[in-house]
């Protein structure tokens, strides 16, 4: 069964302006963590955001949020203030007990001058 | 502070031949991951090793292995290569006492197999 789901295969965002991306998760485990990451052209994932499972207070580093909905097992990720340097795919991705993440199929945004 | 190095960043193989890559953890991190990326498949778990002890493995077939050496370096190993196995090879650490599990990738081995 699917772990994370991101049903955006594409974005487009006028620079300056905010983007929402999806995520939904499926555990059932109690305790998880659920991740953010960016990816260039070039390959490199890059992290962006963090949300533990017990944090009560949704996760925010710089222009990045994560709007965390618990109960109906999404993760949301907004991109505020869209730069073209945004431009690249997106991944949500799920770390339960054993450590390893589980990806979604990814989200690529384009920003447009 | 380095991050992820993975060598080499392109190759090219033909089938029946086997590759090894390598990846050097930030320093100071002593667990590795491997990840495959197909544009089919996504993002997939090949396994992850601490202390030179491969802890998790994912569902791939024994073809795909790995080691680690005391130094924390990994490298993985793919034999007998089909052209299924032509992907993007993602390498990433982490501090296993770092509360989140924040994995650091490095930029990847992009594996063509004709």
């Known amino acids: 069964a699917q772990k994370i789901t991101q049903t955006q295969p594409g974005m487009f965002v006028q620079e300056k302006e905010a983007v929402t991306l999806d995520c939904t998760y499926d555990?059932?485990?109690?305790?998880?963590?659920l991740f953010w990451y960016k990816q260039p052209s070039s390959g490199e994932m890059i992290f962006l955001i963090y949300q533990g499972s017990y944090d009560e207070q949704n996760a925010t580093e710089g222009r990045y949020s994560l709007n965390f909905q618990k109960a109906r097992k999404s993760a949301n990720l907004v991109i505020s203030a869209s730069q073209l340097g945004d431009s690249a795919m997106y991944f949500c991705?799920?770390?339960?007990?054993?450590?390893?993440?589980?990806f979604g199929a990814g989200t690529t945004v384009t920003v447009r001058a | 502070k380095a991050g992820v190095t993975q060598t080499p960043r392109y190759l090219i193989k033909t089938r029946g031949q086997q590759v090894t890559l390598s990846c050097s953890p930030i320093s100071g991190h002593r667990s590795v991951s491997w990840y495959q990326q197909t544009p089919g498949q996504g993002l997939q778990f090949l396994f992850e090793?601490?202390?030179?002890?491969?802890?998790n493995k994912g569902n791939f077939p024994g073809r795909f292995s790995g080691r680690q050496f005391s130094n924390s370096r990994s490298e993985m190993n793919v034999s007998t290569l089909e052209l299924g196995d032509s992907a993007l090879y993602l390498c990433?650490?982490?501090?296993?006492?770092?509360?989140?599990?924040?994995?650091?990738f490095g930029e990847g081995s992009r594996l063509t197999v004709l």
């Open positions: 991705a799920m770390r339960e007990d054993d450590y390893k993440l589980s």
């Open positions: 555990t059932s485990d109690q305790s998880y963590g």
């Open positions: 090793y601490f202390s030179e002890t491969q802890r």
């Open positions: 990433a650490s982490r501090q296993p006492t770092a509360n989140t599990g924040e994995l650091f």
